[in-house]
């Protein structure tokens, strides 16, 4: 079954750090470009990052600019490293590439 599988959340202190990880399971990348989105609660999804795995071109939104980085192996893995962290970073977060959606891992961001 073709799946996306995202792992890496977790409870951090404001400042700290974290790596999220996206797998695809069943099927590969290929040239399209992968997303990841979050969602806090009461809030709509915003689109954070995103990398073209055709020729490595990122995007980041403004509010995770210069603090997260996205990266992958171009095949079926996709990394988010997030530094700096605040509490209004909280939120469940997902990948995503064509129609394929992650269930998403949850980053809790508090003292």
């Known amino acids: 079954q073709d799946d996306l599988v995202e792992s890496g959340g977790g409870l951090v202190q404001p400042g700290g750090s974290l790596n999220l990880t996206c797998v695809a399971s069943?099927?590969?990348?290929?040239?399209?470009?992968v997303r990841w989105f979050r969602r806090a609660a009461g809030k709509e999804r915003e689109l954070i990052a995103q990398?073209?795995?055709?020729?490595?071109?990122t995007y980041y939104a403004d509010s995770v600019r210069g603090r997260f980085t996205i990266s992958g192996n171009r095949v079926d893995t996709v990394y988010l490293q997030m530094t700096n962290l605040k509490p209004e970073d909280t939120a469940l977060y997902s990948c995503n590439v064509l129609t394929y959606w992650g269930e998403g891992t949850q980053v809790t961001v508090s003292s």
């Open positions: 990398i073209v795995n055709s020729d490595g071109t």
């Open positions: 069943g099927f590969t990348f290929s040239r399209n470009a």
